[in-house]
């Protein structure tokens, strides 16, 4: 009822995202490890995604075209899955992440540009736009996942401003930071930025990022700002369709 006329006039498009524990059927313990779908048996996992894949269909009228899955947990059989599904795009990659202590994939070496994950089937990876940034920013592949157990001498790089990891998100990235993430991307010559946030966030109390309506007043100017920075550095919204065109040229 919210989407189906914006998706029906073209300006919105629709997307499947897989959390496990709330998408039908319901075979498998519920546990940290199965939150990530990529967990899951192969046929309990394609038994998901085609019952979200039809339900999105049948109450939208569109096929999907991209796919994220709950908590960035793709795994093994997911691409195969996908090309099943038709599915053109995955966006579950968060490059420069690591979720393997909690079960799930580790992202830390995964590229920050899109790639071909079966070209001739057609399904391309949209890695969500994360960059290092700082004067110690070429040796921070090298540098970030030695101080993974150390939090504390990762805030304080960053409060010196000397490294920082930058996620295009505005849950837990201020705007002065995004912009500063913005134009590393730019400058490192990323093709597309892929940002992201939940949807539950457009209203207070429903995630830890926006607690009241002074949040919601905050992340509406940081998307204000970071579309400005966009904008003045030339940088163009794509849709999912615009993207497959330009990389089937």
């Not at 998706?7 to 075979?27: F, K, S």
């Not at 401003?161 to 991307?185: H, Y």
């Amino acid at each position: 009822e919210v989407l189906g006329d914006a998706v029906r006039a073209g300006p919105c498009e629709t997307g499947l995202q897989l959390h496990p524990w709330v998408n039908p059927p319901h075979l498998e313990e519920v546990s940290q490890a199965n939150s990530f779908a990529g967990n899951l048996p192969r046929d309990l996992e394609r038994a998901k995604l085609m019952e979200l894949r039809d339900l999105v269909e049948r109450n939208f009228g569109i096929a999907p075209m991209i796919y994220r899955a709950g908590r960035y947990g793709a795994g093994a059989n997911t691409a195969e899955l996908l090309r099943e599904a038709g599915i053109a795009i995955d966006t579950s990659v968060r490059s420069l992440f690591d979720y393997s202590s909690s079960g799930g994939p580790n992202y830390r070496e995964h590229p920050l540009h899109p790639y071909w994950v079966d070209r001739p089937a057609g399904l391309m990876e949209l890695p969500l736009t994360t960059v290092y940034w700082g004067p110690l920013r070429r040796i921070a592949p090298w540098l970030y996942p030695r101080l993974w157990r150390e939090p504390r001498l990762r805030g304080l790089l960053s409060l010196a401003g000397l490294l920082e990891r930058i996620p295009l998100t505005p849950e837990g990235v201020t705007s002065d930071e995004a912009l500063r993430g913005v134009d590393a991307a730019i400058e490192q010559g990323l093709p597309l930025l892929v940002l992201s946030f939940h949807s539950p966030s457009l209203a207070p109390g429903h995630t830890p990022y926006v607690r009241n309506m002074n949040d919601v007043d905050a992340l509406y100017d940081w998307w204000r700002q970071v579309l400005g920075r966009l904008a003045q550095r030339g940088v163009k919204p794509a849709s999912v369709a615009d993207v497959m065109s330009a990389a089937a040229l």
